[in-house]
Nanobody
Framework: QVQLVESGGGLVQTGDSLRLSCAASGRTFRLYTGGWFRQAPGKEREFVAAVTRNDGSTYYGDSVKGRFAISRDNAQNTMHLQMSSLKPEDTAVYYC??????????????????WGQGTQVTVSS
């Protein structure tokens, strides 16, 4: 059974940067597409970014394009989310997740079968 553990969240100010990390254990992370989602109070879980298992292609939600960058280190079984130019509307709990091979919709939370516990990111104005 895979486990995912996020780290790196915190309280920052508008315009600051923050780097989230996701450590995977229990199975080989390189075999799976990984993603980041976020959920603010009272809102649905939102797709943030994903990086594919095969060629490392990256995908981003419209609200974070140009500001966030996802990366993966298969040797270390880790995935990162570099967040820049943070805004108050980026405030949320951020979750990392992995998608099994048979899933196809990289943007849907329902495609991911394993999730971390989440890490809080708060951006003050």
């Amino acid at each position: 059974q895979v486990q995912l553990v996020e780290s790196g969240g915190g309280l920052v100010q508008t315009g600051d940067s923050l780097r989230l990390s996701c450590a995977a254990s229990g199975r080989t992370f390189r075999l799976y597409t990984g993603g980041w989602f976020r959920q603010a109070p009272g809102k649905e879980r939102e797709f943030v970014a994903a990086v594919t298992r095969n060629d490392g292609s990256t995908y981003y939600g419209d609200s974070v394009k140009g500001r966030f960058a996802i990366s993966r280190d298969n040797a270390q079984n880790t995935m990162h989310l570099q967040m820049s130019s943070l805004k108050p509307e980026d405030t949320a709990v951020y979750y990392c997740a992995v998608m099994p091979m048979w899933s196809v919709n990289i943007y849907s939370a329902r495609s991911y079968d394993t999730w971390g516990q989440g890490t809080q990111v708060t951006v003050s104005s």
